[in-house]
């Protein structure tokens, strides 16, 4: 006899994964201003359909379909919503948890806006593979079972992303070092992409 498994709990489900819902909106390319709204329909659309999650995968990977599926839909529903954002609005709402040096707290935010300019100039696909290999650490498996797609094809879509990355972060230090050049500043090495 097969034992059938209860559904998440839905409460303990937001509280643990709003944080990465938020994540995989920024990542994606949702500007800070529209992320609540987005982070609201998302849950909606998990509290609908929890009862059909198959508690055989991973919980996340189910999740962030839900996730591209939504912002897939924002994108076509508003396209006027394709505005410049500010580079740092990923870290304004978990400011308040970051605590130490002041000096320290405004590098994590330049490092963070710097990936994210970075990160949005990428491809659907490859970005999307990329975030959740480097950042959200799913494995491949998880990973091409929430794309739809081969493992192969996942990994293949993630050395392509690194190595689109590698070539945004050259050019990303070439202007950043031209620009402390003319404004006769200091020039600060950028850090490394993973290979």
Excluded at 10 to 24: D, G, I, L, T, Y
């Amino acid at each position: 006899m097969t034992q059938i498994t209860p559904p998440p709990d839905f409460r303990a489900s937001f509280e643990k994964n709003a944080p990465f819902v938020r994540r995989v909106l920024h990542c994606l390319g949702v500007p800070y201003a529209d992320s609540d709204d987005l982070l609201q329909e998302i849950f909606f659309a998990v509290h609908r359909k929890l009862h059909e999650y198959d508690a055989r995968r991973p919980f996340r990977s189910w999740l962030y379909g839900i996730c591209v599926r939504t912002v897939s839909s924002y994108r076509r529903s508003a396209p006027v919503r394709h505005q410049a954002k500010r580079a740092y609005d990923v870290l304004d709402d978990c400011e308040s948890h970051i605590v130490g040096n002041p000096e320290q707290n405004v590098e994590l935010r330049r490092v963070c806006g710097e990936l994210e300019a970075l990160l949005i100039r990428l491809d659907d696909d490859k970005r999307t593979v990329f975030v959740l290999f480097e950042i959200e650490g799913l494995s491949m498996t998880e990973i091409a079972h929430t794309v739809g797609c081969p493992v192969q094809t996942a990994y293949s879509r993630l050395h392509a992303a690194r190595r689109a990355m590698r070539v945004l972060l050259s050019r990303h230090r070439l202007a950043n070092e031209a620009e402390c050049r003319a404004r006769r500043l200091p020039v600060v090495a950028a850090d490394r992409v993973p290979r």
